[in-house]
Nanobody, 127 residues
Framework: QVQLVESGGGLVQPGGSLRLSCEASGRTVSTLAMGWFRQVPGKEREFVAA????????YTADSKKGRFTVSRDNGKNIVYLRMNNLEPEDTAVYYC????????????????????WGPGTQVTVSS
């Protein structure tokens, strides 16, 4: 079993930054494929970024490149999502997810790839 808990969300002004954390337990993050997704009520869940297991190679949705960065700290067993230059359109609940297999790169954007999900953390970008 893998447990995931996100933190770091909150209210931020447009142009501001946040760093979300996803703390994992039950398994080390380096042995998991990890993903970040977000969802706005009434809309489909959206892929944000992911890391492959072992290598930690990162993948970011094209629309987020240059502003969002995913990383991990193996010693702390935490995956981070750094978000810069935030826009009101980034307002959403952000979720981290873990896959225990070794999914191919082309499947990392698909939420169905992941076996475990955190409860989410709200990010609100507003002046």
């Amino acid at each position: 079993q893998v447990q995931l808990v996100e933190s770091g969300g909150g209210l931020v002004q447009p142009g501001g930054s946040l760093r979300l954390s996803c703390e994992a337990s039950g398994r080390t993050v380096s042995t998991l494929a990890m993903g970040w997704f977000r969802q706005v009520p009434g809309k489909e869940r959206e892929f944000v970024a992911a890391l492959k297991r072992n290598s930690g190679t990162t993948y970011t949705a094209d629309s987020k490149k240059g502003r969002f960065t995913v990383s991990r700290d193996n010693g702390k067993n935490i995956v981070y999502l750094r978000m810069n230059n935030l826009e009101p359109e980034d307002t959403a609940v952000y979720y981290c997810a873990a896959a225990t297999g070794n999914p191919i790169v082309s499947s990392l954007w698909n939420g169905a790839t992941y076996d475990y999900w955190g409860p989410g953390t709200q990010v609100t970008v507003s002046s």
